[in-house]
């Protein structure tokens, strides 16, 4: 018994056949297209490419005054101006329009639909709040707080200086001694300045470290008495 083997074919092999016969043109060729060769007598010419500009219109001087319109003269000095002349323009206004900005806005549903973003209710409104303008409680009590503290401070003060443990320190006082601690500063960095370079000594280490010491404390002491106007000094 014999079996013969059909090889499958696609029911589309017709389709695509046809597709390949289209997309085919009758003409195309391999390499260069056949095209008819130039003649020998019709060779490359000199400036034969450039572009041909149309020749020039000579035209006479009566002619060329009538073609063109002359400019109006600049006014004179002793000419008065144009008087009388309105507009409705207001220049004030125009100068100071500033052009419009694009309000925000919000699309609230799936469908595009847009509000703007003020009205929406995202945005908080701190005006609305219900302790809108009134003063917060800590600082309610850090004011009662320092109130308290300045009546005692002052309270204190006042006994000390009923007791004679205490005397005030007078503005002319307090300038001079301010004027001395400037001095002193001034001639302890004076002598900063002098010391040398390098400091390899045990003994320029401790006279560096002396100086900055000292001049750090009257610069304490200057702040202080340049921050606080009343002094009051112990006289024991």
């Known amino acids: 018994m014999c079996t013969a083997w059909i090889s499958y074919m696609s029911k589309f092999r017709p389709t695509v056949v046809l ?48 073609c ?6 600049v006014p004179a000095r002793t000419d008065n ?10 220049f004030i206004k125009t100068n100071t329009a500033m052009p419009m900005k694009p309000q925000p806005i919000c699309v609230d549903t799936n469908k595009g639909h847009k509000e703007l973003l003020e009205n929406s209710g995202l945005v908080p409104k701190y005006i609305k709040k219900k302790d809108y303008g009134e003063v917060p ?12 503290a ?13 007791q004679g443990a205490m005397s005030h320190l007078s503005d002319e006082e307090r300038q001079s001694i301010l004027e001395r601690l400037k001095k002193n500063w001034d001639k302890l960095h004076h002598e900063y300045q ?6 390899d000594t045990l003994s320029k ?32």
């Open 81 to 90: 101006p144009p008087m009388g002349i309105y507009t409705k323009r207001d």
């Open 205 to 236: 280490k401790s006279r560096k470290k002396r100086l900055e010491e000292e001049m750090e404390k009257l610069e304490n002491d200057i702040n202080l008495f340049e921050r606080f106007k009343t002094i009051y000094i112990s006289n024991n």
């Open 194 to 199: 002098g010391l040398p370079l390098v400091t």
């Open 19 to 66: 597709e390949k016969k289209l997309t085919k043109d009758a003409m195309k060729t391999m390499g260069p297209a056949k095209l008819e060769v130039p003649s020998p007598e019709k060779y490359l010419k000199k400036h034969s490419k450039e572009p041909i500009l149309p020749q020039k219109k000579q035209c006479s001087k009566e002619v060329r005054n009538t």
């Open 150 to 162: 300045q009546e005692e401070y002052d309270k204190f003060v006042k006994e000390q200086t009923n």
């Open 137 to 148: 409680e800590y600082l309610l009590q850090r004011n009662e707080d320092e109130q308290r």
């Open 68 to 73: 063109t319109v002359k400019k109006p003269p």
